[in-house]
């Protein structure tokens, strides 16, 4: 139990190709193979924005209170 025997697989490998056919699998897998591709090259960018120096706008919750208080002043 558990383990599947080469007859096995002959058997999913049929309905797969009756499910899919033989020219639809290697076009999903280059599908597959350019997301990740993709995939990789958007993490390379991150990482060269930020040694880049890049600078990130960081959100402080303290500028929001004080310009809404200031906002609430004013009216």
């Known amino acids: ?20 056919g033989r020219g639809k699998i290697p076009e999903l897998m280059g ?13 390379s960018d991150d990482s060269d924005a930020k040694e ?10 303290e500028e929001a209170v004080d310009t809404a208080a200031t906002a609430k002043k004013k009216s």
């Open 52 to 61: 880049d120096g890049a600078k990130t706008v960081e959100h402080k919750p």
């Open 1 to 20: 139990m558990g383990v599947f025997g080469w007859w096995q697989w002959l058997i999913v490998l049929v309905i797969v190709l009756l499910l899919f």
């Open 31 to 43: 599908d597959v193979a350019k997301g990740i591709k993709n995939f990789r090259s958007g993490l």
